[in-house]
């Protein structure tokens, strides 16, 4: 079955450490997304994707880096620079970018907690 | 900078009734306005979408309503059901621009 796998599912940190989050897809789609959930806030942009070793920062990169050597992955680490990180973080991609029906369709994870003890 | 204003934050049905959640927003440039479901511990998935050609698309029991001119859309969710008990989240995004903008979410709750 295509989709996105991200892991863990649940994850404790103590604070002063980095933690990596993985996402990987079988999907063959161009764009791949860093979203981070808080309740009551939606869904926030982190970083994104269009192309293999290249990103962009999204509204809430501050604390965050990523990697993109390969299309199928996109890990999200989670710096001590980060302040507030505990939240649920979704990984999502996308087929590309032009009007085509289903071009636009975001295809999420199935997400990540992050909780700082 | 909140581009996607989602209302209400939470809302209460009966079962059979009619589940209404509005959004509105600022940019003109948007011309894709998806609605997407999320049961908890998962990932969103997508409901339902309209371009800004069309005033309305009805999928099942599901509808959005837009309204151009007041850059407002709704969602209509009729014979509401305890299955459609998830929270909902509206978006937004420009041709070929970077990602959706999303609402802040309508956690609806469907009584039987």
């Known amino acids: 079955d295509g989709g996105i796998t991200q892991s863990p599912k649940y994850l404790f940190r103590k604070e002063g450490q980095n933690v990596t989050l993985s996402c990987e897809q079988n999907?063959?789609?161009?764009?791949m997304y860093w979203y981070r959930q808080d309740p009551g806030q939606g869904l926030r942009l982190i970083y994104y994707?269009?192309?293999?070793?290249?990103?962009q920062k999204g509204d809430i990169a501050e604390g965050y880096s990523v990697s993109r050597e390969k299309k199928e992955s996109f890990p999200l680490t989670v710096t001590s620079a980060q302040k507030n990180p505990t939240a649920f973080y979704l990984c999502?991609?996308?087929?590309?970018?032009?009007?085509?029906?289903?071009?636009?369709?975001?295809?999420f994870g199935a997400g990540s907690r992050l909780t700082v003890l | 900078q909140q581009q996607v204003k989602q209302s209400p934050q939470s809302l209460i049905v009966q079962k059979g009734g009619i589940s209404i959640i509005n959004c509105a927003y600022e940019?003109?440039?948007?011309?894709?306005f998806p609605w997407y479901q999320q049961f908890p511990g998962k990932g969103p998935a997508l409901l339902i979408a309209?371009?800004?050609?069309?005033s309305e698309k009805k999928e099942g029991r599901f509808t959005i309503s837009f309204n151009k001119s007041a850059k407002q859309f709704s969602l209509h969710i009729m014979d509401s059901q305890p299955g459609d008990s998830a929270t909902y989240f509206c978006?937004?995004?420009?041709?070929?621009?970077?990602?959706?903008?999303f609402g802040s979410g309508t956690r609806l709750q469907v009584q039987p």
């Open positions: 999502a991609s996308r087929r590309g970018l032009s009007r085509a029906s289903g071009a636009n369709v975001l295809t």
């Open positions: 999907l063959n789609h161009d764009a």
């Open positions: 994707s269009q192309i293999v070793n290249d990103f």
């Open positions: 940019n003109t440039a948007f011309d894709y």
């Open positions: 309209i371009r800004p050609d069309v």
């Open positions: 978006a937004a995004s420009e041709a070929g621009r970077r990602a959706l903008t």
